[in-house]
């Protein structure tokens, strides 16, 4: 049974990085089948997304926080992190990963993200 | 302001049917398909509906998703009190080159 869990400080400071980890157990990362990607929940907010990664190390970004995200993979490790820089306490959120499965069908494209972790809260604070 | 329109909330009877809209234009919904997720207090986002109307392995029939244009639609029949949760569609949108969800809808069971 596929699990996610994040890993990572639950508070950093304002203008610097928040560095997470997603560790994926049960299966491995080295999928062609899927991405696997970072969204996150301010509190009491909806849900934005971060971006994707597939296990070759191709990675893709929101566009409004693409110049602050990189998004890495560990395929010996079965893991993969995400790095935000610059924080504020707008950053401030609960970090989920998620298991992306992304592909063309009829011309339509098909997105969507079935296995979740449980989250980590990241507050961004001096 | 989320790029996909949904009602902030819905309520009805134990046993009763609500459905949640979602809308959104031709860059995301009216060309690609939607999938929902459900969310209890407390925990994480749950895949309820993908590929605008199909259901995981584990997910009751008592969910039901379709799309007409550029609107989707979440309904739940039979509802429960554990039903009680926040309820976000999502999908591609080809001109932003970014996931969209929606705001996300609170379903009360009265």
């Known amino acids: 049974q596929l699990q996610l869990q994040e890993s990572g400080p639950g508070l950093v400071r304002p203008s610097e990085t928040l560095s997470l980890t997603c560790t994926v157990s049960g299966d491995s990362i080295r999928s062609s089948a899927y991405y696997w990607g970072w969204i996150r929940q301010p509190p009491g907010k909806g849900l934005e997304w971060i971006g994707s990664?597939?296990?070759?190390?191709?990675?893709y970004y929101n566009p409004s926080l693409k110049s602050r995200v990189t998004i890495s993979v560990d395929t010996s490790k079965n893991q993969f992190s995400l790095k935000l820089n610059s924080v504020t306490a707008a950053d401030t959120a609960i970090y989920y990963c998620?298991?992306?499965?992304?592909?063309?069908?009829?011309?339509?494209?098909?997105?969507?993200?079935?296995?979740w972790g449980q989250g980590t809260m990241v507050t961004v604070s001096s | 302001q989320s790029v996909l329109t949904q009602p902030p909330s819905v309520s009805a009877a134990p046993g009763q049917k609500v459905t949640i809209s979602c809308s959104g234009s031709?860059?995301?919904?009216?060309?690609?398909?939607v999938s929902w997720y459900q969310q209890l207090p407390g925990t994480a986002p749950k895949l309820l509906i993908y590929e605008n109307d199909k259901r995981p392995s584990g997910i009751p029939d008592r969910f039901s998703g379709s799309k007409s244009g550029t609107s989707a639609t979440l309904g739940i029949t039979g509802l429960q009190t554990g039903d009680e949760a926040d309820y976000y569609c999502g999908t591609w949108d080809g001109r932003l080159s970014d996931v969209v969800f929606g705001g996300g809808t609170k379903v009360t069971v009265l």
């Open positions: 031709s860059s995301n919904i009216g060309n690609n398909y």
């Open positions: 990664i597939y296990y070759t190390g191709n990675s």
């Open positions: 998620a298991r992306r499965r992304y592909y063309k069908l009829m011309g339509a494209t098909s997105d969507a993200f079935d296995i």
